[in-house]
C-alpha cells in the first residue's frame, strides 16, 4: 500500500488520523520495533501535500531506527507528522487529538519535540497520554545532551585525525548557532578554540558571537572557510559533491540531521581525506537523554551513555580505516546489526 513512496521499508505500522472538531491531520510511522517501543519527534510543518508528510515521516521514522540503535538503547524507530502550520498559535484542542492519537497505539510509539514542536507542546499532548519523552523538569532541555554528543565526538575525531582530543587553539566552523551549535560554541569556546560561526538568524550570530568570541562569517561562505573542524548544527543536505570540494576542514562534526545530500557524498568525504561523524552518531545526545528520562534519569549516567557516543565512533572510524569504507556506510552497517531480530537486546 505504501510501495509507491520510495522511503517505505517494510514499516511495521503507519496510521493516519483526521479528527475534524480540532483540525488534527497527523501521520504516525513506526518503522521497526524490535529493540523496544518506536521512539521519535512529532514534527508540526505545513507540507504542500499529504504525499510530502507521508514521504517524510516515512524517511524520518527509518533514521530514528538506526539512530536508537546505534545509541544502544532499547527503543525502535518512529516519528509523528502533523500537517499545520507551525507558527501557528498554539492550540491545545489539536495537541491534545494528537496526545489521544498516541495513545491509541497503546505503547508502541512514544513521541516527543522536534521542528515546530516545543517542549511545552509535548507537555501537552501529554495531558492525554503518558507515552511522551523529554519533559522531566530537572532533566532541562535535551538540546544540551546533543551538543555534548557532537562536543565528544569532535574530540573523538581530533584524536584521530591530530593525534589529540584538545581542541584548544583548533579553529572550529560552526554552521548555526541554535539549540544545539549555540551550546556548542559555548562549551568550545570553554575549551580555548577558536570559532568561526554563521546563521541565517544574524541576530542569533552576534549573541552568540558576543558570549563566545566567534568571529562571523557570511552564510554562504562558512562550509569553505579555513578551519580544522567544520560543524553542521543547521539542516540537512548540506555535504554534496559541491561543498565537499571546497571543504579546507579535515574533519565533518556536527549536529545537523541527514547532512549527506546522497551517499555517494559519503565516498566523497573518504577519498577527500575528510574524516566525517555519521549525523545520527553526532546527534544522538539528545535521545540518549529522552531515555534516561523515561527510566532512572541522572546527568551522571547520561553523561557516561553520552562518551559511549564517542566509542561508537571510534570503532566506526576505524572500521571505515580497515575497509575503505565511509564511516556513514560503516555506520548504518553497525545499527543494522543491532536492530536485526537476532540481535535484540545483546547490544
Ligand atoms: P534550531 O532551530 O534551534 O537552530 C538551528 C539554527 O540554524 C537556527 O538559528 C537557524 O537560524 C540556523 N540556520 C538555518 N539555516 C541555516 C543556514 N543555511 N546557515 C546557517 N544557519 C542556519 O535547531 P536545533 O535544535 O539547534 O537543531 C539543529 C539541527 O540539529 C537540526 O538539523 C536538528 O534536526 C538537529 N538535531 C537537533 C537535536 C536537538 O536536541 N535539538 C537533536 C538531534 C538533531
Known amino acids: 500500500m505504501y510501495d509507491q513512496f520510495a522511503d517505505f521499508d517494510g514499516h511495521a505500522l503507519v496510521t493516519t488520523r483526521q479528527d475534524h472538531p480540532s483540525g488534527l491531520s497527523a501521520i504516525i510511522a513506526l518503522h521497526n520495533e524490535h529493540r523496544g517501543p518506536a521512539m521519535g519527534g512529532c514534527r508540526i510543518l505545513k507540507y504542500p501535500s499529504t504525499d510530502a508528510a507521508m514521504k517524510d515521516v516515512l524517511r524520518l521514522s527509518r533514521g530514528m531506527t538506526y539512530k536508537n540503535a546505534i545509541a544502544g538503547i532499547p527503543y525502535g524507530g518512529g516519528k509523528a507528522v502533523i ?28 513521541t516527543s519535540f522536534d521542528s515546530g514542536t516545543s517542549l511545552d507542546y509535548v507537555r501537552t499532548i501529554g495531558e492525554r497520554t503518558n507515552f511522551v519523552a523529554g519533559t522531566l523538569v530537572e532533566a532541562g532541555d535535551a538540546s544540551g545532551t546533543t551538543a555534548n ?4 565526538c569532535m574530540r573523538a575525531a581530533a584524536e584521530i585525525v591530530f593525534g589529540s582530543p584538545d581542541l584548544c587553539g583548533m579553529r572550529i566552523a560552526i554552521q548555526g548557532v541554535g539549540n544545539v551549535g549555540g551550546r556548542l560554541a559555548e562549551r568550545l569556546a570553554r575549551d580555548g578554540a577558536s570559532l ?8 542569533a550570530a552576534r549573541q552568540v558571537a558576543g558570549q563566545t568570541g566567534a568571529e562571523l562569517s557570511a552564510v554562504d561562505d562558512l562550509l569553505g572557510v579555513e578551519a580544522d573542524i567544520i560543524s553542521p548544527c543547521a539542516l540537512g543536505g548540506i555535504l554534496t559533491a559541491q561543498s565537499i570540494a571546497g571543504l579546507k576542514a579535515r574533519i565533518v562534526v556536527g549536529g545537523a540531521n541527514n547532512q549527506l545530500a546522497t551517499i555517494e557524498d559519503d565516498t566523497r568525504l573518504l577519498a577527500a581525506g575528510i574524516l566525517y561523524c555519521p549525523d545520527y552518531i553526532a546527534n544522538a545526545g539528545g535521545i540518549i537523554d529522552l531515555h534516561y528520562q523515561r527510566s532512572a534519569w541522572s546527568a551522571e549516567a547520561v553523561e557516561r551513555h553520552v562518551l559511549v557516543l564517542a566509542d561508537t565512533f571510534r570503532e566506526v572510524a576505524e572500521r571505515s580505516r580497515t575497509t575503505g569504507r565511509g564511516t556513514a556506510a560503516i555506520a548504518n552497517v553497525l545499527a543494522e546489526e543491532r536492530f536485526r531480530p537476532a540481535a535484540r537486546r545483546t547490544a
Open 83 to 110: 500537517i499545520a502550520d507551525p507558527t501557528m498559535k498554539k492550540n491545545v484542542g489539536l495537541l491534545h487529538a494528537m496526545g489521544d492519537f498516541v495513545e491509541s497505539l497503546g505503547g508502541r510509539y512514544i
Open 196 to 203: 568561526i560561526i554563521a546563521d541565517l538568524d544574524p541576530e
Open 149 to 152: 554528543g557532537v562536543y565528544h
